[in-house]
């Protein structure tokens, strides 16, 4: 029996932030395996949901949820006490809601963050937003869930790998024990910032990846695209110090691919709309969950340039969802750059 701080990991207190698709099925996943799970809902009508119906039929419509679901509008109440605290909120809200948490949680609790984004000012993955924000937790404490997992197939309990990245082994091997079910099979990985630059950047890709799709450009394109799109997230992980090796993992192609591909994926619509035509504001309008990569896109850009890394399609990206680029446009000045060998020196 594993244990942490002298309690055993099947006996830990644990609370999750967050009730969108992807923190309702972990949520859930926890539950069912028996734990009693604090959770915050920001919405008042998906607490009363939960509460009244057991299911969140705004963001994971048709799930049943275990009873073990202890729902509550209260941030503070869902992660005090706590052995370990999962944060599920859109990357563009992690600095607010969690800079309520602090003081609140656990010096020596565990923190582990499902959310995919890269901060827009700051340019930090989510693990170095929540070391700002919550200074009291140790920071080996901190660990990252990523790998290809819709959270619809999660939720069916449809065959699923990921990983858990922590620079501390004990840790990340804590949240493997955690979180692993027959259905749900968690790895282990110390190099958190791969993990979550390649969770983040995919989204960016996959929204190109729909704008292929959307424009009807055939399957080469898309394999092209995908594998291109690979470099440039080896490249930028490279240069910000992350292992190479991450991105041939869960969390780097794992991840693209089922992005890329799945039409389950947020981002891979948004962009498939812009191929065939609508505008990114009116598709937004449309959506009541987030689709990461478009908010991503604009750190990648400017922190790609800032840093001197080579990435022509998630520059291009940048430019069609924020300087109104023709999609047309921007397949053809990628495919008449200037010449290259294909294979990085890295």
């Given amino acids: 029996m594993q244990s942490f701080g002298g309690k055993a990991v099947e006996d830990f207190k644990i609370g999750v932030v967050g009730a969108g698709s992807w923190g309702t099925a972990l949520a859930d996943l926890l539950a069912s395996k028996g734990y009693q799970i604090d959770w915050w809902v920001f919405e008042k009508e998906v607490k009363e949901q939960i509460q009244h119906y057991r299911e969140n039929r705004i963001f994971l419509p048709g799930a049943a949820l275990s009873s073990n679901l202890h729902p509550t509008n209260e941030l503070t109440a869902a992660v005090s006490g706590k052995d370990l605290v999962l944060i599920v909120v859109p990357s563009h809200v992690m600095r607010e809601t969690t800079e309520q948490m602090a003081g609140y949680v656990s010096r020596e609790a565990i923190v582990v963050s499902a959310s995919k984004g890269i901060e827009n000012k700051t340019h930090l993955t989510m693990t170095g937003v929540l070391k700002e924000t919550l200074p009291e937790v140790s920071r080996k404490h901190f660990a990252a869930l990523s790998g290809p997992s819709f959270a619809k197939e999660v939720a069916m309990k ?189």
């Fill in 158 to 346: 449809v065959p699923t790998a990921v990983t858990a990245a922590s620079e501390d082994p004990e840790v990340a091997a804590l949240v493997q024990t955690a979180f692993v079910t027959p259905y749900f099979r968690v790895y282990t990985n110390d190099d958190v910032l791969g993990a979550e630059l390649g969770g983040a950047v995919k989204n960016v890709i996959a929204i190109a990846a729909g704008v292929i799709d959307g424009l009807a450009l055939g399957l080469n394109t898309r394999a092209a695209l995908i594998t291109r799109g690979q470099t440039e997230i080896r490249r930028l992980g490279v240069a910000l110090g992350a292992n190479p090796r991450t991105f041939t993992g869960l969390a780097g192609i794992g991840d693209l691919i089922l992005t890329c591909t799945g039409t389950l994926s947020r981002n891979h619509t948004v962009g498939k709309k812009i191929g065939q035509g609508k505008k990114l504001k009116a598709i937004l309008a449309e959506m009541r969950m987030v689709a990461e990569g478009v908010k991503t896109a604009k750190s990648v850009y400017n922190l790609s340039r800032k840093i001197g890394v080579e990435m022509p399609i998630s520059h291009a990206m940048y430019h069609i969802l924020y300087e109104d680029l023709s999609p047309k446009d921007a397949v053809y000045r990628l495919m008449t750059r200037e010449l290259k060998q294909e294979l990085d020196e890295e």
